[in-house]
């Protein structure tokens, strides 16, 4: 069983339409969770960065954890097709990019 | 320059060839990591420097692969005798820190190499 499991789609939703994304995880060691963002042929870029159980809001994007249910989610509202890639769930148990686990990522398609 | 940049991004590489990835860092940033994507999966860590030192090397595959950073900031990944397996994405990293809190690291665009 993998650590973080995510997945893979692909989700396709029209414009305007809100997007969930989630992941799963069995490690109750980790504390520290990201969402990243990768377009086709480039690197990750990180989303948003949650430490322990809650929620966080930045613009469009809400990144929400429970701990207790091992899960983590990620909204888009008014979804674009600029947000059109996939997006990687990552967490870690010390908060040290040496130990980061990253999910197979959801690939999605926000068409016009 | 702004971000991470790696070399080659193309790399075609026969079976048992040795291949070399370069990465050159964000300026300023001690902390430097390598990650391979295979294809449809997430990142997975491989090694991590702070300047020249090797800190982690617990995620490289086998004895084939290897990897330095010398002065600190530009590093390289060598794997020796590429076998088909390696085929995949090599990300290099760069951050201030190791840590994440209130910390980003940034990639680069990665290296593709397919070994045939």
């Known amino acids: 069983q993998k650590e973080v499991e995510q997945d893979p789609g692909p989700l396709s939703v029209p414009e305007g339409a809100i997007v969930s994304l989630n992941c799963t995880y069995s490690n109750s060691a980790f504390q520290y969770f990201m969402w990243y963002r990768q377009y086709s042929r480039k690197g990750p870029e990180l989303l948003m960065y949650t430490y322990s159980s809650g929620n966080k809001e930045d613009g469009r994007f809400t990144a929400q954890v429970d701990k207790s249910s091992k899960y983590i989610s990620l909204f888009i509202r008014d979804s674009q097709p600029s947000d059109s890639a996939t997006y990687l769930c990552?967490?870690?148990?010390?908060?040290?990019?040496?130990?980061?686990?990253f999910g197979t990522g959801t690939r999605l398609t926000v068409i016009p | 320059g702004a971000g991470v940049s790696q070399s080659p991004r193309y790399k075609v590489a026969k079976r048992g060839q040795d291949v070399a990835l370069r990465c050159d860092p964000i300026?300023?940033?001690?902390?430097l990591f390598w990650y391979q994507q295979a294809l449809g999966q997430g990142p997975e860590f491989l090694t991590y420097f702070q300047n020249e030192a090797q800190l982690d090397k617990s995620g490289l595959p086998s004895d084939r692969f290897f990897a330095e950073r010398p002065e600190g900031s530009v590093s390289t990944l060598k794997i020796q005798r590429t076998q088909q397996e390696d085929s995949a994405v090599y990300l290099c990293?760069?951050?201030?820190?190791?840590?994440?809190?209130?910390?980003?690291?940034?990639f680069g665009e990665g290296s593709w190499l397919t070994v045939v």
């Open positions: 990552a967490m870690t148990a010390k908060g040290g990019a040496n130990n980061l686990f």
């Open positions: 990293a760069s951050s201030l820190s190791v840590h994440l809190s209130g910390n980003t690291i940034y």
């Open positions: 300026s300023g940033h001690v902390s």
